[in-house]
């Protein structure tokens, strides 16, 4: 067979058998279809797959197929960070800065400092920090990882919960938006290269005199140009970022902060996501399961998610009810919040990603922190669905 032809059938695998999972199964109340998608990523990867049929795994998952599948990867993953960028609702943060701040910062800070903990576990053992890591670039990693809450994955399962337009969906929104800042902004820390920091600055300048230029565009354009127009700036800003030793996906998080979302029709944006979730984002989940590594040893995999599961989940839900007690909240209110708020899925697996591709982790440091995302997000709608039907 020819590449293209190989290729397909690693689409056809790609979108059919989580499809068929999730619908034969019915996973759906615990394990979206965005959740089995990463599974089926995991396991067809060289972990599972690879070790269970070796000549299958090397027939399709040739070179040039994984190639062509990471392109099509990194730019459904640039467009649904862009996307994350978009959302985020700075406006109504500082309408309500105090109780935002709080919670926000008790939400990161809390899980943030046990992440930090677990890292430190890790590091007395060989195989988790990756070559080119600082101690404290792998500490800090860990611990944001612990600490990140995926907010297009929330707002699906607000969605699916009846409760994102309400006003505590429209809270936990404030929250874990800040809280996205944050996450972006350590992360361009870790990945400075003092090296390459005229790079860097270069970047930072033009990405603020370009972007000032690019806002007066978009508010002149009518809505229909604005989409076009803001792919072009998009594939711009990923590439700044790139060479400038950053990261495409920072640069891809930037071009769309600095959009506002009234310059788009909100049912189209809402499509929009939906669409990069059903058509291409199933790619960067295989493309993310090809990356998963066990040869630490399945058992210590294994140990090292659940460690980390526990941090961050505890870390999250002891920062929520912090903040809760110190705001006067009602009765259920930080346990729902918190639950919600602990869900990690996508932005932490591009997270994990990017620490992956500047080796500030190792590939079974990466194969936990995925596992940790899974089960995080498995985890939200069973818990959080009987504790709204109390709280309602």
């Avoid at 269970?52 to 197929?65: I, K, L, N």
Wanted: aromatic content about 12%; charged content about 10%.
């Amino acid at each position: 067979m020819n590449t293209t032809e190989i290729f397909l059938i690693a689409m056809l695998i790609i979108f059919s058998l989580p499809w068929l999972v999730w619908r034969v199964f019915n996973t759906d109340y615990f394990a979206p279809l965005v959740v089995v998608q990463i599974i089926m990523g995991i396991l067809l990867g060289p972990g599972v797959l690879g070790k269970w049929s070796p000549e299958y795994y090397q027939f399709v998952f040739t070179p040039a197929v994984v190639q062509s599948l990471n392109g099509i990867a990194w730019w459904a993953v640039m467009l649904f960070v862009m996307i994350a960028g978009v959302e985020l609702d700075l406006a109504q943060a500082w309408k309500h800065r105090r109780e935002s701040g709080i919670t926000a910062g008790l939400a990161l800070g809390s899980p943030l400092l046990l992440g930090c903990g677990a890292a430190l576990v890790l590091l007395q053992f060989p195989g988790w920090m990756g070559p080119l890591a600082q101690h404290w670039q792998f500490v800090l990693g860990i611990g944001m990882a612990c600490a990140v809450t995926a907010l297009p994955i929330l707002i699906l399962l607000m969605e699916k919960l009846e409760i994102l337009r309400h006003p505590l969906g429209q809270r936990i929104l404030r929250y874990a938006s800040l809280d996205d800042i944050a996450i972006w902004g350590v992360l361009a820390l870790i990945l400075m290269d003092w090296s390459r920091i005229g790079k860097q600055v270069v970047f930072l300048i033009a990405f603020v005199l370009l972007g000032w230029g690019f806002r007066r565009l978009m508010a002149w354009l009518q809505e229909r140009d604005r989409w076009y127009v803001a792919l072009i700036w998009l594939a711009a800003c990923g590439f700044g970022a790139d060479w400038a030793g950053l990261h495409y996906m920072v640069g891809a998080f930037l071009a769309g902060a600095i959009m506002d979302a009234h310059w788009f029709d909100q049912d189209r944006l809402d499509q929009l996501r939906h669409h990069v979730l059903l058509v291409m984002m199933p790619v960067f989940f295989l493309s993310t399961g090809l990356r998963t590594n066990w040869a630490v040893g399945g058992a210590e995999v294994f140990a090292a998610a659940a460690l980390l599961l526990f941090v961050s989940v505890a870390g999250k839900l002891i920062g929520v009810r912090i903040a809760g007690r110190v705001l006067g909240w009602g009765p259920g209110e930080a346990s729902v919040i918190g639950w919600l708020l602990q869900t990690k899925a996508l932005i932490m697996i591009i997270f994990a990603n990017i620490l992956l591709d500047k080796q500030v982790i190792t590939s079974e440091t990466f194969t936990a922190l995925l596992l940790m995302a899974v089960a995080s997000t498995m985890l939200t709608v069973p818990v959080v669905a009987p504790r709204m039907s109390a709280h309602r």
